[in-house]
């Protein structure tokens, strides 16, 4: 198991205004417990640059409260998340079997997501299921077209997530960088960008060079870790905490120039997803989630400048 260097005390410039730091993020489903407001709390006490709201958190509106919360905050957005998050339904998540129900309601999503102003929104594919593939690939493409140009429309960014390929049968029908980059020009919509996410795409091959190459393609990126083992797609680790090599992804994505947030993402079922891990992140006081969050990925951070 690879992790990042452990120290005692967070190096000053990595807490600092200094434009040049990485600037942090956690994705609302690693607080799943708490609620919206609390998130926004939670975030802004723990000195974070910004939130990922998943529109779960906001409920069935309206949501005057809620974006008073975030404008008061001072916190930026991250990359968002959708009710409905793909084209063909997840087989593991709550959602219509009809394609264009889905695809209505991400158009739905972008607009009521629009007004917390995210750097993207996320999207996937979703799976083949009893579909021929080539029959699945034509309904994703055709679905991506039109959420592009929603997008478009609305102002937004999207960014098409590959999915790990462990699993992938239930979610995705892309796992690597090159396999987004080939379907995104399928599409043809300027609106699609990649969400890079260490746990999807750790292991796949190439990745440093692919990050490099392909980094303007980059419309967000998720930071986490891979258990070992791992016991689900919903058990996920603190980065630095598994088996990924965060110190050399993290570093290969500032070489590369990324500037955008590094925004947490951690699913640790509590039960929420059908497993109760009795170790599970989910369980733990959100305040103190943020913390250990926050802290373990400035010591990957920092590891990430021993290692360049």
Not at 99 to 112: G, K, N
Request: glycine share 10%.
């Amino acid at each position: 198991m690879i992790t990042c260097q452990t120290h005692d005390t967070i190096p000053a410039d990595l807490v600092s205004n200094d434009p040049s730091r990485p600037r942090f993020s956690i994705s609302q489903v690693s607080t799943l417990t708490a609620s919206f407001a609390d998130d926004v709390r939670n975030y802004a006490a723990g000195g974070l640059d910004a939130i990922g709201i998943w529109e779960m958190k906001l409920g069935d509106g309206p949501d005057t409260e809620s974006l008073e919360h975030y404008a008061a905050s001072g916190l930026g957005a991250a990359s968002a998340i959708p009710a409905v998050p793909s084209v063909l339904p997840l087989p593991l998540l709550p959602g219509p079997d009809d394609p264009q129900e889905r695809i209505e309601a991400v158009c739905a999503s972008i607009h009521r997501l629009a007004a917390f102003g995210p750097s993207a929104i996320v999207c996937l594919t979703g799976p083949a299921g009893d579909r021929d593939p080539d029959e699945a690939r034509a309904v994703a493409v055709d679905g991506l077209r039109t959420i592009g140009a929603e997008a478009e429309r609305a102002g937004m960014r999207m960014a098409l997530e590959p999915f790990q390929l462990e699993g992938i049968e239930d979610w995705s029908l892309v796992n690597t960088i090159p396999d987004a980059v080939e379907l995104i020009d399928e599409v043809g919509s300027p609106a699609f960008g990649i969400q890079f996410d260490v746990w999807h795409l750790w292991n796949t091959p190439d990745l440093l060079d692919e990050i490099e190459r392909h980094i303007h393609r980059f419309a967000g990126v998720h930071v986490n870790d891979w258990r070992e083992p791992t016991r689900g797609w919903a058990d996920r680790a603190l980065p630095g905490h598994g088996a990924a090599n965060l110190a050399a992804i993290l570093g290969a994505l500032d070489a590369a120039g990324w500037g955008g947030y590094y925004d947490m993402e951690i699913f640790s079922d509590n039960g929420a997803f059908g497993t109760a891990y009795p170790d599970s992140l989910w369980d733990a006081d959100p305040a103190e989630l943020v913390r250990q969050g926050r802290d373990s990925f400035a010591r990957c951070w920092q590891e990430r400048r021993v290692a360049a």
